[in-house]
């Protein structure tokens, strides 16, 4: 059972970056998959989940309106399109996957990925 995140990288303020979530050992779309993020010296953060039976979409207030989380069970991915980055945005983001809903404690974890947003 893994989940690979993936698409970090360096964006300038204002930028967009699509972080994806693989599943493999495991279906995925039985599964909420939540997003994360752990900014230096701060405390996990949670941004984003879409549920295992409606694809019901939530997120943080700091980043709604500009992520929008979507899922592609043939592909077993989870993807987080992220606009209007900002610089507050820089965290290593992680995914991870729950068997009930959104609101659990998340068996599985990725391994995150680097997101920077600084011109």
């Known amino acids: 059972v893994q989940l690979q995140a993936s698409g970090g990288g360096l964006v300038q303020p204002g930028g967009s970056l699509r972080l994806s979530c693989a599943a493999s050992?495991?279906?995925?779309?039985?599964?909420?998959i939540g997003w994360f993020r752990q900014a230096p010296g701060k405390e996990r953060e949670w941004v984003s989940c879409?549920?295992?039976?409606?694809?019901?979409?939530y997120y943080a207030d700091s980043v709604k309106g500009r992520f929008t989380v979507s899922r592609d069970n043939a592909k077993n991915t989870v993807y987080l399109q992220m606009n209007g980055l900002k610089a507050e945005d820089t965290a290593l983001y992680y995914c991870?996957?729950?068997?009930?809903?959104?609101?659990?404690?998340?068996?599985?974890w990725g391994q995150g990925t680097l997101v920077t947003v600084s011109s």
């Open positions: 991870a996957a729950d068997p009930t809903d959104c609101w659990g404690s998340y068996e599985y």
């Open positions: 050992g495991f279906a995925s779309v039985y599964y909420a």
């Open positions: 879409i549920s295992s039976s409606e694809g019901s979409a």
